[in-house]
């Protein structure tokens, strides 16, 4: 899928706002794996520290060829990781990264997980590049129902007066 390039420019001066962060930095290892730049996000990840947020190691595996022979440890310790989180997007980002290596009933199990908690993701479901795969699964109609529900809910829930 092609990327906007004025939405990429945007970004790139967003991420310059915070240059040299941990978030900055793995900000934009996600949008190079969005533009198909699987390489060059490598190169990103192996220069930065790993981090029990954004599991650095774990997310250099799933897009590694070969595969190191920890991949599944490291998997599995970013998905403990991020189930643990009160925030549910983690949850969601996890469930959109990973998917190339953790396949699609990990996508929708950690995708229902962050829907429930909140964080609908309906739009992004159907247009992120990276869920592709799983925009083709019979889990797919399911979350995606569940996520329009979660959006539709926080909509109404949004437009009420305030009391």
């Known amino acids: ?21 941990e978030w900055s930095n793995n900000v934009e290892v996600h949008a ?16 930065l520290p790993e981090s029990s947020f954004f599991h650095s190691r774990a997310l250099a595996a799933c897009y590694s060829n070969p595969r190191p022979p920890d991949a599944e440890q490291l998997w599995a310790q970013a998905e403990k990781d991020v189930l643990a989180f009160h925030d549910p997007e983690p949850r969601f ?7 190339a290596c953790r ?8 995708m229902k997980s962050a829907i429930t908690s909140g964080f609908c993701g309906y739009e992004n479901m159907q247009s992120d590049p990276l869920l592709a795969n799983f925009r083709k ?10 996520a329009k529900q979660c959006q ?12």
């Open 152 to 163: 539709d809910q926080f909509l109404a829930q949004r437009d009420q007066p305030q009391k």
């Open 137 to 146: 699964s019979t889990e797919y109609p399911a979350v995606l129902a569940q």
């Open 93 to 99: 980002s996890s469930a959109v990264h990973y998917n």
């Open 32 to 47: 190079l794996l969005r533009e198909g730049r699987t390489q060059d996000a490598l190169e990103q990840l192996r220069r």
């Open 1 to 21: 899928m092609p990327v906007c390039h004025a939405a990429r420019s945007w970004q790139l001066a967003f991420l310059k706002l915070d240059a040299g962060s």
């Open 103 to 110: 396949g699609n009933a990990f996508t929708a199990r950690l």
